[in-house]
């Protein structure tokens, strides 16, 4: 029985069941704190803690959903190109505000990590936390960060933002699809453009051009702003 409950196949069925029934449960209550992939990960670790099952033997139906990544980053460049001619028009604007989110981003890690006294490689460690996890790791190498910890800061910045970044914007009275997107893309990556989605495509496709756009102003920009401030 306990093969069987450990069984590749049946694990990313698990996963797909639980997701799913986690999306039921955000649209049945209609809460951001509800959110699907925090929920299917916490349910994921009870599962594999209760039954014992190493992290190895999930990794192995981890690869199936791994395989599907690259493909749906592709994928996002569709709703890019339909909508391809406002982002020219669009383009100093969004270029400019996105240079100031990154270094803003950047410089506000450094400034609050020395504020509060952080040891230096975790301060770091935490600059990229705002880009796509390969990005982050390669960025983190650059400023002499630690690795692991660089993963665990992106992971939290993309849920806080997934699940209250649109809180906030609503808060800030930031009402144009270009600001929402932008923000939910710069400030918490894939995570971010999940939660833009949930608005609609054209929110979703400028999230995906704050993510792209970050990842390549921070890896240019991080090692310079923190060989300043440290």
Known sequence: MIDFLENPLFLLALTFLIYY???????????????????TAIALVIYLLCLHITPAKYEEAGKY??????PSIVALGVPLYLQLSKIKKQLVPL?????????????????????FGLDNELA??????SVTTP?????????????PLTVMAVMITGFFGNIFGLMLLRWSQVKSPMGKGIALG?????????????????????????????????????????GLLF
């Open 21 to 39: 029934g986690a999306v039921l449960l955000q649209k049945r209550f209609n809460s951001a704190l509800l959110n699907p992939v925090l929920i």
């Open 65 to 70: 959903i791994d395989f599907w990544l690259k």
């Open 95 to 115: 270029l400019v505000s996105q240079l100031v989110g990154s270094v803003m981003g950047i410089a506000s890690v450094c400034l609050l990590a020395k504020a």
């Open 124 to 129: 770091r460690s935490l600059v990229p936390k």
């Open 135 to 147: 990005i982050a790791l390669e960025v983190s190498k650059m400023v002499q960060g630690a690795q």
């Open 186 to 226: 710069t400030a918490s990556h894939a995570l971010g453009i999940m939660a833009a989605f949930n608005l609609s495509e054209k929110y979703a496709v400028y999230a995906s051009l704050g993510m792209i756009f970050n990842g390549i102003f921070t890896a240019i920009l991080a090692p310079p702003v923190v």
